[in-house]
């Protein structure tokens, strides 16, 4: 799981250079896409219940899920969602970051993903053998209250292992305490979604895209990570 972790988060630092005033979503596609090939690696979402790309590329008020198009072009001011994952000899990986496009970015837009990621390693920094996931979940809705966001509930994180989507689900809030205990050799994917608005999301017609219901900016960050017995493995850094 390691190795695929290192696949995808290679393809994502790659990707993420690729992000630029009048790139197209499926620019990144394409480059995402022609890394896999050199690295012989299968894409984990290409075809998975008949997701049609190798990425997912969620701009702006898009939360989650968005497809890779050539119609949709960046611009100066954006943010852009990069969800990844790879299999490498069986074993999964899934990562995924936002990052924003060009040199300026609105100060409130830079502050949402500062406190989306802050809370992706608050909730890393719980991970370990008898926490819960009532433990995971409040660290991240503690740091994302705490800054006057919302964290989305109709999508929540996930196991992940031999395949992408196992048991449990890894939600995003919770209560201290509660929940299934972590154990060691568990793998986790962890990935807060943020909205800067109300935590309530729609899915589009194309019946992938999910977007904020008020229109507000959404942030994503997520890293597939190993409970051990001295604390948490991240394996897609």
């Known amino acids: 799981m390691r190795r695929a972790g290192q696949v995808v988060r290679e393809v994502l630092e790659l990707v993420r250079s690729q992000v630029k005033p ?44 968005g497809i890779p198009s050539p119609k949709r072009v960046l611009k100066e001011g954006d943010i852009v969602s990069l969800d990844f994952g790879a299999v490498v000899d069986g074993y999964f990986g899934d990562a995924a970051i ?88 568990m793998v986790i994917a962890i990935e807060p979604m943020v909205n800067a608005g109300k935590s309530d999301v729609v899915v589009l017609g194309d019946g992938w895209t999910a977007v904020t219901a008020d229109g507000s900016m959404s942030a994503h960050f997520e890293h597939s990570v190993a409970v051990t017995a001295t604390g948490a493995r991240i394996l897609t850094e």
């Open 22 to 65: 009048g790139a197209t979503t499926l620019d990144l596609e394409k480059t995402a896409e022609a890394r896999l090939a050199e690295l012989g690696v299968k894409a984990a979402f290409k075809g998975y219940h008949g997701y049609p790309c190798v990425l997912c590329t969620s701009v702006n008020s898009e939360v989650v899920h």
């Open 98 to 185: 936002t990052v924003p496009v060009g040199e300026k970015i609105d100060p409130e837009t830079a502050r949402l993903l500062k406190v989306t990621e802050a809370s992706l390693s608050a909730a890393i920094e719980v991970v370990r053998p008898g926490a819960t996931l009532g433990d995971v979940g409040f660290a991240v809705q503690k740091v994302v209250e705490a800054e006057g966001f919302s964290v989305v509930r109709d999508f929540v994180g996930h196991g992940i292992g031999v395949h992408m989507h196992e048991d449990p689900q890894v939600p995003n809030f919770g209560v201290a305490g509660r929940g299934m205990k972590l154990r060691t050799g």
